[in-house]
């Protein structure tokens, strides 16, 4: 083989060779989020189980059966926002739900914030990182929030994320209440609504609840509520009235002969944790005569014990 013969050889090899060379790199694995729930129950449940009360949930139930809907956010670390999912309900019974990344995201430092149980985005604040769980959308929900830092790079594309309760809740169970008493109502003072993604909690506000009743002599409400500023930092105050003898809308309007009223009671509340309260009525039908009891430790600890005539 003479020499142009090697050189023309070497082309046909090198042509060859080149068809083979990858213009174009494929995409790195994408950033993957997976999210669980931490707080499936409160962490006091027990004392409300063994009273009847409240039941234990499963531990192994569909994510849905805990969180019904999921908002998240993701900022990169300059604070820009690198995406975003609206308040959407889950539809899928998977004990886990995944966020995966675009791929074409570049690898980097990434904040996720992911709020659960709302039914609309009005709560959230202007960067979702916060929230008002006592805004419309929120008020009446059991809301839930996970917030994580993560390095997305080589090897390190999957996370993990538990979401917990932002909320107490308050059980308030009456014994012996007169059968003409059809309504009740609930004030609390001085909780937390405002909630950031670190569950740093501000802006105390008052709530009020009313209640008619379907089932007359005993009741048991619950009021889901954010978490007191201190120890007996909260303020309820409960009545318990005949509905029909208020001469206008608003029931709070009622005869003082038609209703009952408790002494005040303060109270401190806890995220993830059950406020137990038993108000056992011993009057005459026509006096301010309660016995108070909260669950304190697995058993009721007294709280009032009053006589109070009009």
């Known amino acids: 083989m003479n020499r142009w013969s090697n050189v023309f050889l070497g082309l046909v090899m090198a042509l060859g060779l080149g068809a083979c060379v990858r213009e174009k790199l494929p995409d790195c694995p994408p950033m993957q989020v997976t999210l669980s729930v931490k707080d499936k129950n409160y962490f006091n449940i027990d004392d409300a189980a063994k009273l009847g009360l409240l039941e234990r949930k499963a531990e192994d139930l569909p994510f849905r059966s805990y969180v019904s809907s999921l908002y998240y956010i993701v900022h990169d670390a300059d604070g820009n926002v690198v995406a975003e999912q609206k308040n959407t309900v889950i539809d899928n019974d ?26 609309s985005d009005e709560p959230l604040g202007e960067n979702a990182t916060e929230a008002d769980i006592e805004e419309v959308g929120a008020a009446f929900n059991d809301i839930y929030l996970a917030n994580g830092t993560f390095e997305y790079q080589y090897g390190k594309e999957k996370h993990t994320l538990g979401l917990e309760r932002t909320k107490g809740n308050l059980l308030i169970k009456a014994e012996n209440i007169p059968d003409n008493i059809d309504f009740s109502t609930k004030d609390i003072m001085d909780v937390f609504s405002l909630v ?111 006589d109070i005539q009009e």
């Open 94 to 119: 998977d004990l886990v739900q995944q966020i995966v990344l675009p791929s074409s995201l570049p690898y980097g430092t990434y904040s996720f914030t992911v709020w659960g149980n709302m039914k």
């Open 196 to 306: 950031d993604n670190s569950f740093n909690y501000s802006n105390l506000t008052d709530l009020h609840t009313n209640l008619d009743w379907e089932v007359h002599n005993e009741i048991l409400t619950q009021t889901l509520v954010g978490p007191s500023p201190g120890y007996e930092d909260s303020a309820l105050d409960v009545e318990f009235i005949e509905k029909g003898t208020s001469s206008q809308g608003d029931v709070r309007n009622a005869s003082s002969s038609a209703s009952l009223v408790p002494e005040r009671v303060y109270c401190t509340f806890g995220r993830n944790e059950l406020t137990i309260l038993r108000y056992v009525y011993v009057g005459d039908g026509s006096s301010n005569e309660f016995k108070v009891y909260i669950m304190v430790n697995a058993a009721w600890e007294q709280v009032i014990d009053m």
